[in-house]
């Protein structure tokens, strides 16, 4: 087995050198949520439910293109990849059906990730259960199994569907996660996590439905880990890890009144049905149920409709065929009536609600339940058992442990689950841009202390001013990791999904090449995570195949740092002496070097822009092009951060405005000559020629280096023991710009001219 790439000292990663490795991550990809053969985004309906039948081979891209991917990935700085993959890519056409295709796809993909120098790890990735459900993760035949009929839940509102939805473009915004306040998910999580305590009679080939689903789950997932550690120099070399669950959800368990919507339920849009409403119409019958939706100020009661299922219920009918999977249902699980009911907690014949609190208690100790105890005892049993599969398979790999977004994380600090080499994987989005999206440079909310009860009303947490703003988001991602370590212990923290919607103000940016929202909403969650004394992120996401019109082709989301309408950073940037005096001297070196020419002009722009550019074909109207160049807000999160730092870091951070970085480092021994202090430092914010640095001490030298096949600038810094501090400044552009801000106007009139802006 490969030596480990990565280990754990308490709340910091080390390398093999005992530097302290801070990562700069990127989720690959969000269409891995679907499937490529055939090609169904969520808008499309075509052989939607014939979910027996597609392959996810292809999928984050092919084998070919990985290559211009992952290039520019690296080039771009980053050094982790989340893997994303689903339970369906693995067991889609049935129970123990396993798509050995696909798993040999995904393991050449992995190779090439190594030969790009990226640490991976694997995310076993859903959203609101299922693509059936709303979302993605699980294959349809689980839906089926947990008696659920899927092709009924846009009548019913079991669940909101992109791909059934009437109008698909007009997906309202954001809509899919209400799904899990919504009958189909409630049901598939409650008996996920507790089917054995809240739904005993659910039993199919001999075992309870919980134990059904998580042993095909965490099964599938093994046979994929399993192949993994068959082809061999990948878990360690490449894989340093697998995360346990992406959003986990409760479902029903903790529900204190059915007839009630919880008050920690913060995300009401669209139709926002009670448990005991929901119940009711995924069994035919009409309700009058209340409509939200997201304002200036937050949610807000915006009226009521009526949902009239006219008869037609959300579970499979007693004439389905229950053969098809080859399982066994048990008798006493009768298919036709509502599960629930099937468990006394109501009567169909009267519509009566007998049990508003069956979801209340703990069943085997009569103890209230809440989020915090769910997480604590059924979240936790499913995670020991997940993590005693992947430990059985690879004994030394890290596990990224995910609670359920937001909330209190499992008591298991100085507990025997209090495991060193685990990562606590957290995740944060400012609701107010992701709900509305648009970057409100005025006020903001600390929605974190608002759960936390840290103010006595939610006035208090608002926030004025983009200061404010900033640094309400650098407090709430310090105190989420804080409460890791409170909770679990000393272990690092990864923000493993962090990012922002680009069609913001109604695809303003798309329209005019201006990216000065998104630039300032990417920079302040960069700024945030820099602050945060984080371990890293990893931010969502890269779509190898966004396109304006449908963002990342899934439920209307668009969070893709990479476009194929918009042309991402060239692979050069401009030489610019004038603006800024290059430092050519450190000691022991005479010169930093760069091992290309650095050099644009309106004669090559175009051909340095197509290098690294993939264009769509909805794009081809030269009259339709925005007046300015715009890089998808790329000089937000193409920045400058620490590779490896010896000794540990104190603290850093790029301040945008004014192109300079900052590095404060603890060293206990000076550095050795194969082991400095790296940053990556990207091109287009400290070009040849333009770019200074301050140290406290030692020596330097900026190179751009080939490793493998990875290309990408650094700078390398040996100093000394003891506190240490390097300032690095670089060129100020405009937004959009490859040129520094004096010289751009005449630049870009040139471009124009020459007809070789790319978009």
């Given at each position: 087995?490969?030596?480990?790439q990565?280990?754990?000292?308490?709340?910091?990663?080390?390398?093999s050198?005992?530097?302290?490795?801070?990562?700069?991550?990127?989720?690959?990809?969000?269409?891995?949520?679907?499937?490529?053969n055939?090609?169904?985004?969520?808008?499309?309906?075509?052989?939607?439910?014939?979910?027996?039948?597609?392959?996810?081979?292809?999928?984050?891209?092919?084998?070919?293109?990985?290559?211009?991917?992952?290039?520019?990935?690296?080039?771009w700085?980053?050094?982790?990849?989340?893997?994303?993959?689903?339970?369906e890519?693995?067991?889609a056409a049935?129970?123990?059906?396993?798509?050995?295709?696909?798993?040999?796809?995904?393991?050449?993909?992995?190779?090439?990730?190594r030969?790009?120098?990226?640490?991976?790890?694997?995310?076993?990735?859903?959203?609101?259960?299922?693509?059936?459900?709303?979302g993605?993760g699980?294959?349809?035949w689980?839906?089926?199994?947990?008696?659920l009929?899927?092709r009924?839940?846009?009548i019913?509102?079991?669940?909101?569907?992109?791909n059934?939805?009437?109008?698909?473009e007009?997906?309202?915004?954001?809509?899919?996660?209400?799904?899990?306040?919504?009958?189909?998910?409630?049901?598939?999580?409650?008996?996920?996590?507790?089917?054995?305590?809240?739904?005993?009679?659910?039993i199919?080939?001999?075992?309870?439905?919980?134990?059904?689903l998580q042993?095909?789950?965490?099964?599938?997932?093994?046979?994929?880990?399993?192949?993994?550690?068959?082809?061999?120099?990948?878990?360690?070399?490449?894989?340093?890890?697998?995360?346990?669950?992406?959003?986990?959800?409760?479902?029903?368990?903790?529900?204190?009144?059915l007839?009630?919507?919880?008050?920690?339920?913060?995300?009401?849009?669209?139709?926002?049905?009670?448990?005991?409403q929901?119940i009711l119409?995924?069994?035919?019958?009409?309700?009058?149920i209340?409509?939200w939706?997201?304002?200036g100020?937050?949610?807000?009661?915006?009226?009521?409709?009526?949902?009239?299922p006219q008869?037609?219920s959300?579970?499979l009918?007693?004439?389905y065929?229950?053969?098809?999977?080859?399982?066994?249902?048990?008798?006493?699980?009768?298919?036709?009536?509502c599960?629930?009911?099937?468990?006394?907690i109501?009567?169909p014949?009267s519509?009566?609600?007998?049990?508003?609190?069956y979801?209340?208690?703990?069943?085997?100790?009569?103890k209230?339940?809440?989020?915090?105890?769910?997480?604590n005892?059924?979240?936790?049993?499913y995670?020991?058992?997940?993590?005693?599969?992947v430990?059985?398979?690879?004994?030394?790999?890290?596990?990224?442990?995910?609670?359920?977004?937001?909330?209190?994380?499992?008591?298991?600090?100085?507990?025997?689950?209090d495991?060193?080499?685990?990562v606590?994987?957290?995740?944060?989005?400012?609701?107010?841009?992701l709900?509305?999206?648009?970057?409100?440079?005025i006020?903001n909310i600390?929605?974190f202390?608002?759960?936390?009860?840290?103010?006595?009303?939610?006035?208090?947490?608002?926030?004025?001013?983009e200061?404010?703003?900033r640094?309400?988001?650098?407090?709430?991602?310090?105190?989420?990791?804080?409460?890791?370590?409170?909770?679990?212990?000393e272990?690092?923290?990864?923000f493993?999904?962090?990012?922002?919607?680009?069609?913001?103000?109604?695809?303003?940016?798309?329209?005019?090449?201006?990216?000065?929202?998104q630039?300032?909403?990417?920079?302040?969650?960069?700024?945030?995570?820099?602050?945060?004394?984080?371990?890293?992120?990893?931010l969502?996401?890269y779509?190898?195949s966004n396109?304006?019109?449908?963002?990342?082709?899934?439920?209307?989301?668009?969070?893709?740092?990479?476009?194929?309408?918009?042309?991402?950073?060239p692979?050069s940037?401009?030489?610019?002496e004038?603006?800024a005096?290059?430092?050519?001297?450190s000691?022991?070196?005479?010169?930093?070097?760069?091992s290309?020419?650095?050099?644009?002009?309106?004669?090559?722009?175009?051909?340095t822009?197509?290098?690294?550019?993939?264009?769509?074909s909805?794009?081809?109207?030269?009259?339709?092009?925005?007046?300015?160049?715009?890089?998808r807000?790329?000089?937000?999160?193409?920045?400058?951060?620490?590779?490896?730092?010896?000794?540990?870091?104190?603290s850093?951070?790029?301040?945008?405005?004014?192109?300079?970085f900052?590095?404060?480092?603890?060293?206990?021994?000076?550095?050795?000559?194969?082991?400095?202090?790296?940053?990556?430092?990207p091109?287009?914010?400290?070009?040849?020629g333009?770019?200074?640095v301050?140290?406290?001490?030692?020596?330097?030298?900026?190179?751009?280096?080939?490793?493998?096949?990875?290309?990408?600038q650094?700078?390398?810094?040996?100093?000394?023991?003891g506190?240490?501090?390097?300032?690095?400044?670089?060129?100020?552009?405009?937004?959009?710009s490859?040129?520094?801000?004096?010289?751009?106007?005449?630049?870009?009139e040139?471009?124009?001219?020459?007809?070789?802006?790319?978009?």
């Amino acid at each position: 087995m490969a030596p480990l790439q990565l280990r754990i000292e308490g709340r910091i990663f080390r390398d093999s050198h005992n530097r302290e490795v801070t990562i700069h991550g990127i989720n690959a990809a969000a269409d891995a949520k679907f499937p490529a053969n055939p090609d169904q985004p969520s808008h499309i309906l075509d052989d939607f439910f014939d979910g027996d039948n597609v392959s996810f081979v292809g999928r984050p891209f092919s084998v070919d293109d990985a290559h211009t991917h992952f290039s520019r990935l690296r080039r771009w700085g980053y050094n982790m990849i989340r893997y994303v993959f689903t339970w369906e890519a693995i067991e889609a056409a049935g129970p123990k059906k396993y798509d050995e295709e696909w798993i040999q796809h995904t393991i050449s993909i992995l190779r090439l990730a190594r030969n790009y120098g990226f640490y991976v790890f694997m995310d076993p990735h859903q959203d609101v259960w299922s693509r059936f459900t709303g979302g993605s993760g699980a294959p349809m035949w689980t839906v089926y199994a947990c008696g659920l009929n899927p092709r009924a839940f846009d009548i019913t509102e079991a669940a909101l569907v992109h791909n059934t939805y009437p109008e698909p473009e007009n997906f309202p915004k954001m809509i899919w996660a209400t799904n899990y306040q919504r009958l189909a998910c409630q049901t598939i999580f409650t008996l996920f996590f507790g089917g054995k305590d809240f739904a005993p009679k659910a039993i199919i080939d001999g075992k309870n439905i919980q134990d059904y689903l998580q042993d095909h789950y965490i099964g599938a997932l093994q046979h994929l880990a399993k192949r993994i550690y068959e082809t061999g120099g990948l878990e360690n070399d490449v894989i340093i890890g697998w995360e346990s669950m992406n959003e986990p959800n409760r479902g029903l368990i903790g529900w204190q009144d059915l007839t009630l919507v919880p008050r920690e339920q913060k995300l009401r849009k669209g139709t926002s049905p009670t448990a005991w409403q929901a119940i009711l119409t995924g069994s035919g019958r009409a309700c009058e149920i209340d409509t939200w939706d997201f304002g200036g100020m937050g949610p807000y009661k915006s009226g009521s409709t009526l949902i009239d299922p006219q008869g037609k219920s959300a579970w499979l009918p007693k004439d389905y065929d229950d053969t098809k999977y080859g399982w066994k249902r048990d008798p006493d699980w009768k298919l036709g009536d509502c599960l629930w009911a099937q468990h006394g907690i109501w009567e169909p014949s009267s519509d009566t609600l007998l049990k508003k609190g069956y979801f209340a208690k703990d069943p085997r100790s009569g103890k209230t339940i809440t989020y915090e105890y769910f997480t604590n005892n059924w979240f936790l049993d499913y995670y020991r058992k997940y993590k005693s599969m992947v430990r059985q398979v690879f004994p030394k790999t890290i596990m990224l442990f995910q609670p359920p977004v937001l909330e209190i994380p499992p008591s298991t600090k100085d507990t025997e689950d209090d495991d060193p080499n685990m990562v606590f994987a957290a995740h944060f989005y400012d609701g107010i841009t992701l709900l509305t999206k648009k970057w409100n440079r005025i006020w903001n909310i600390d929605v974190f202390g608002v759960l936390r009860g840290k103010y006595l009303t939610p006035a208090f947490a608002i926030k004025i001013g983009e200061t404010a703003i900033r640094n309400c988001f650098r407090d709430q991602l310090s105190a989420i990791r804080q409460e890791g370590v409170d909770y679990m212990g000393e272990h690092p923290c990864i923000f493993t999904e962090i990012g922002i919607p680009y069609d913001m103000d109604d695809k303003y940016a798309y329209k005019t090449g201006n990216y000065s929202s998104q630039i300032a909403a990417m920079d302040a969650n960069h700024f945030a995570i820099e602050g945060s004394k984080a371990n890293g992120y990893t931010l969502w996401t890269y779509v190898a195949s966004n396109v304006h019109n449908w963002g990342d082709q899934w439920n209307g989301e668009d969070l893709s740092i990479f476009s194929l309408d918009d042309p991402p950073l060239p692979v050069s940037f401009p030489n610019n002496e004038s603006t800024a005096s290059f430092i050519t001297e450190s000691p022991s070196y005479s010169r930093s070097q760069l091992s290309e020419t650095s050099s644009v002009s309106p004669s090559n722009l175009k051909q340095t822009l197509s290098s690294d550019n993939m264009v769509s074909s909805s794009n081809v109207d030269a009259g339709d092009k925005p007046d300015q160049v715009g890089f998808r807000a790329a000089e937000a999160y193409v920045r400058p951060t620490p590779i490896a730092t010896h000794g540990d870091v104190v603290s850093y951070g790029f301040d945008l405005r004014n192109c300079t970085f900052t590095l404060s480092l603890s060293a206990q021994s000076s550095t050795k000559e194969e082991a400095p202090t790296e940053v990556f430092l990207p091109e287009y914010h400290f070009p040849q020629g333009a770019t200074t640095v301050e140290v406290s001490g030692g020596k330097w030298k900026i190179s751009t280096d080939e490793e493998g096949e990875a290309v990408q600038q650094r700078l390398r810094w040996w100093h000394a023991e003891g506190s240490q501090s390097i300032t690095i400044k670089g060129v100020k552009r405009k937004q959009g710009s490859l040129l520094p801000a004096d010289e751009e106007e005449g630049y870009l009139e040139q471009c124009q001219q020459r007809t070789c802006t790319v978009m």
